[in-house]
């Protein structure tokens, strides 16, 4: 079983890591901005999601938003206004 996958381009690079399982994205403009993404499921899904549709054109910022865990915030036996 392969441990890393890799894809980038002039603008970014995108590395899966099987164990412990992440996904970090470096600015390949500016190497001081890595961002990590870690522990919550399917993440080797999303991955390859992002490799389907992985071009030329992509940076940073816009690789950052696709793996970015969709949360929202919940208010718990919040008052009624």
Known sequence: MQKTS???NAH???IYQLVPEMVVVQ?????????P????DGL?????????SF?????????CDFFKPNIQSL????PAK
């Open 27 to 35: 600015n390949l403009r500016n190497m001081n901005n890595q961002q």
């Open 55 to 63: 071009n030329e054109q992509i940076g940073y910022k816009e690789s």
């Open 12 to 14: 970014v690079q995108v």
């Open 37 to 40: 993404f870690a522990g919550f």
């Open 6 to 8: 890799t894809v980038s």
């Open 44 to 52: 080797k899904e999303l991955f390859d999601t992002y490799c389907d």
């Open 75 to 78: 208010v718990l036996n919040a």
